[in-house]
């Protein structure tokens, strides 16, 4: 009986050797630092002191420019609310309005996307602060063969898309794409 634990020590040796040390694939940094840029689907609200008629909410187009009344189109994709209120500004002062004073809020964020083991995949508005346990909760939550301690983030930082597995509790941004994945027992 002395020999029972060695022998099966000796036999279970071999089947140590065949297994591999499984890997996730490569993450790349989602970045979460900076000023919120706008993009197209963002609803931003501007507002002309001392001309009521042109403070109004306006949608963000594909081409990333704003249909603003007097000036035509106003590019703002890719600059925070006060470069786009500067531009507006400087529209405005070219033959329009002398020193206009402009302000630009978000008013409404572009929807963030979830796909996977959730209950309802689709697109959704975006809420400020918002998490990926946040966002699984507005899809319905887990369903029942869902990965619950990670995601996968897709978001488009200039003219790339980037990937990054992260924890439920990593911030999200807007436009941004989540994705449960399936848990592998």
């Not at 963002?42 to 002191?49: A, I, K, P």
């Not at 609310?81 to 002062?93: E, F, H, K, P």
């Not at 507005?138 to 992260?166: C, H, I, L, P």
Request: with cysteine; glycine share 10%; charged share 15%.
């Amino acid at each position: 009986m002395r020999w029972l634990p060695f022998l099966a020590l000796t036999l279970l040796m071999p089947l140590a050797a065949c297994s591999t040390t499984s890997t996730l694939p490569s993450t790349y940094l989602v970045d979460t630092k900076g000023a919120y840029t706008l993009d197209t689907g963002d609803v931003v609200r501007v507002s002309v002191y001392g001309d009521a008629e042109l403070t109004n909410t306006y949608r963000i187009n594909d081409s990333g420019a704003i249909a603003f009344p007097l000036v035509g189109s106003v590019q703002v994709r890719g600059q925070t609310t006060g470069v786009a209120a500067s531009r507006i500004a400087g529209a405005l002062a070219n033959g329009f309005m002398r020193n206009p004073n402009v302000a630009v809020e978000v008013a409404e964020y572009r929807p963030f996307f979830i796909q996977g083991e959730v209950r309802t995949s689709g697109q959704f508005p975006y809420v400020y602060g918002m998490t990926a346990r946040s966002a699984i909760s507005t899809a319905g939550g887990f369903n029942e063969t869902a990965d619950r301690t990670k995601v996968t983030v897709y978001r488009r930082q200039g003219s790339e898309m980037v990937k990054g597995n992260v924890e439920l509790d990593f911030p999200l941004s807007p436009g941004d794409t989540i994705v449960v994945n399936e848990r592998w027992f």
